[in-house]
């Protein structure tokens, strides 16, 4: 089981890393073929199509949690009911979605226009991006399926050669003058194929042997997502609010021109987080599966031990960001961004260490189907932070929404990190003792040396900001291995790396 879960979890911070990567070099070009305002329209249309796939009023995390648990059970009949409801669910959420953007693509693609740009292309972009989420919606219940089975490392490596070839062919054509249409026609393309690959493969006996019947489709099985997915989808919203809100407040109050200012600092910041998100995703079978057999203590073992190592990789990043990240986005992206974009960047920075530094919590609460008070803070959180927002973008500027961010992590995050240990029995002191002290010293160190290099020289290039991250992150990996790891985990690794010699 330890070994899956390392599998499926190495596997998902390798493709996030790899994103990462391709993201970093796509995205100058992308800001340089599309210009601001563009490119700022490509943010708030993807955070409205956010937005839509909410949808589905949370039947992601339901399938995947159902699926572990009736594979846990060997119930092969549960199994196929919940293959053809919840894709034919799905689907049907897909057309609709589809059509609306269609039909706003032909009624009224004016209100995206730029001053005296062609409207057509607008039509075409909402056209393209309805039918990518008419793919995307029956799309995400085989990719629960495969998650559910924990064959992550599967969905992965389809999503690295599938990221690769498309972006390749995305970065030939945004270097020779085509824009928004040829970005938003890649992409869906790019989604759409991987989606239907996924789908594809259940159909094989080696993946389950899964096909759309509509005898098994249930509305006993709908109702039971529904019942479970109603309330991971009051979360999953006010998440979504969370994290759109700020380039979305900023766009319709400063212009679609000044989202880049707000969403390229953030974006840096995020690249981290979401590495942090993604290597929870294996957990929530994982849960599922030890809560349906009714093991606690390796529940909480695994929370603890699994949050530090998490936390021992984005903690790092986040120091690497605050302190290299000013001459990180210069040179990638311009001056004028960071220039414009500091403040922001460091009032995000310190909103996300407060909400990263329980990455485990949202896994685990939906595994055991508890997770009705982190649903109602959640939503309070969303309240807040957007009525923070319209409040402080008029007096401060996009600097405001960030502060708005900010501020409502402070207020909520430690009230979820109490209610998280409760459900742990264990105490907040507790928590803190095994996960966040180990980290202190290490990334203190690697921070001071941070701060070090930038008094004593200038940092500028790629290969001078690698380098420095580099020399620091191995400064870090040293302390980390001598102060954060037990005696028990030491051992455990030597003898993974001496099987590993042996083979």
């Given at each position: ?14 493709v ?8 970093f070099?796509m ?58 409801t ?18 706003w ?22 056209a ?49 003058d ?36 509509l ?28 994290v ?11 212009g ?29 079978p994982?849960?599922?599966h ?6 606690y203590?390796?529940?909480t ?29 210069a ?30 919590h ?5 595994a ?13 959180a ?74 004593t ?46 083979r």
């Amino acid at each position: 089981m330890l070994r899956t879960l390392v599998k499926n979890s190495t596997s998902n911070v390798s493709v996030n890393i790899i994103k990462m990567v391709i993201s970093f070099i796509m995205a100058p070009v992308v800001v340089k073929a599309l210009g601001n305002y563009d490119y700022g329209l490509w943010e708030l249309v993807f955070s409205f199509t956010g937005y839509m796939s909410l949808m589905d009023i949370g039947m992601r995390p339901a399938v995947t949690r159902y699926v572990a648990r009736y594979n846990a059970k060997n119930d092969r009949a549960s199994l196929e009911k919940l293959f053809s409801t919840a894709f034919t669910f799905n689907a049907t959420i897909g057309v609709i979605a589809c059509s609306s953007l269609v039909t706003w693509a032909l009624l009224n693609p004016e209100v995206l226009a730029a001053q005296d740009a062609d409207p057509k292309r607008y039509m075409f972009f909402l056209a393209i991006v309805g039918v990518q989420v008419l793919f995307q919606f029956p799309g995400y219940v085989a990719e629960c399926f495969h998650e559910g089975y924990q064959r992550h490392y599967l969905k992965n490596n389809i999503t690295i050669v599938n990221t690769i070839i498309g972006s390749s062919i995305l970065y030939y054509l945004l270097t020779h003058d085509y824009g928004l249409v040829t970005l938003a026609l890649g992409s869906a393309i790019s989604i759409c194929l991987k989606y239907i690959i996924f789908t594809l493969l259940l159909i094989f006996p080696r993946f389950g042997a899964f096909r759309v019947n509509l005898k098994d489709v249930s509305l006993s099985m709908v109702k039971i997502l529904l019942t479970f997915g109603s309330k991971t989808f009051i979360q999953s919203l006010a998440s979504v609010i969370a994290v759109t809100v700020g380039s979305v407040t900023v766009g319709i109050f400063l212009g679609p021109a000044m989202v880049p200012f707000f969403s390229i600092p953030a974006r840096l910041i995020t690249y981290v987080t979401d590495m942090s998100m993604t290597a929870t995703n294996a957990f929530l079978p994982m849960f599922s599966h030890l809560h349906s057999k009714e093991e606690y203590e390796n529940i909480t073992k695994m929370y603890l031990v699994s949050t530090k190592y998490i936390l021992g990789i984005t903690f790092p990043l986040l120091v690497g960001v605050s302190l290299l990240g000013k001459a990180f986005i210069a040179r990638w992206i311009g001056e004028e961004y960071i220039i414009n974009g500091t403040t922001v960047m460091y009032l995000l920075l310190a909103g996300h260490v407060l909400m990263i530094m329980n990455p485990l919590h949202q896994r685990y609460l939906t595994a055991i189907n508890s997770i009705n008070v982190l649903a109602k803070m959640r939503v309070y959180a969303a309240v807040t932070i957007l009525a923070l927002a319209f409040i402080l973008v008029h007096p401060l500027g996009k600097e405001g929404v960030a502060l708005a961010f900010l501020l409502t992590a402070i207020l909520f995050e430690p009230y979820i990190l109490l209610y998280t240990c409760r459900q742990l029995n264990i105490t907040v002191v507790h928590f803190l003792q095994s996960v966040i002290y180990p980290l202190i010293i290490p990334c203190s160190a690697m921070g001071l040396l941070l701060l070090l290099a930038n008094m004593t020289y200038t940092i500028e290039s790629y290969v001078e900001i690698l380098t420095t991250a580099t020399l620091c992150s191995l400064v870090y990996i040293v302390f980390f291995y001598f102060i954060s790891i037990s005696r028990e985990e030491k051992d455990l690794l030597l003898v993974k790396i001496k099987q590993r010699v042996a083979r």
